[in-house]
């Protein structure tokens, strides 16, 4: 073929505003389709922590409102994280923890007096601690004598719908505190 041959095929294809348009479209399909996904993955993890936030907030709230707990008030409160996590899974991929401390007169660290967990069946631990021993308070929080609090934790193990190397699975975790109202909550449920 000759050059004044293929100057004029170039040319014709350059002027051929559906050609352009095919191209255009080509080298910007692949960012369109990364952005889309991206953009639905991003949205998906923030309404996924709020609803979380909003959980450990109501779990420690409906706790730290009662006078005296037992067992089966417990368990339905922790009952109610599946509703508020709608439609998220919280029953398989993930665990609610919730403890009362409290910082006995004399006592330099808080102890957990007593701890329940539920919700969900993944495997985590209490990072306040275990029942009877000093209790790790969140965010730097310190108590003064005969202070008591209830903590909320709730752990999430996350999938993400698509990864393509950009997101990875991950655990979030959520931490929330209240003081009680009505009574100490330092008796162990039962």
Known sequence: MSLTKLRHKLSSFIRNNEAVAAVETALAMPMLIVLSFGGYEVATQAVLSSKLERATYT???????????????????????NEIINPYDFSTLGVAYI??????????????????????????????GTEGLTATLPNGLTLNERDNVIIAELYYDYTPV???????????????????????LTTSPT
């Open 99 to 128: 403890s009362s401390a409290y910082l006995a007169e004399g006592d330099i660290y808080p102890e957990v007096l007593w701890q329940r967990n539920g919700g969900g069946t993944a495997s985590h631990v209490s990072l306040v």
């Open 162 to 184: 698509f990864t393509f190397g950009l997101f990875e699975a991950k655990t979030i975790y959520k931490v929330t505190v209240f003081k009680p109202r009505l009574g100490d």
């Open 59 to 81: 779990l420690a709230d409906v706790t730290a409102q009662n006078e005296s707990l037992t067992n089966s008030q417990i368990n339905d409160i922790f009952d109610s994280i």
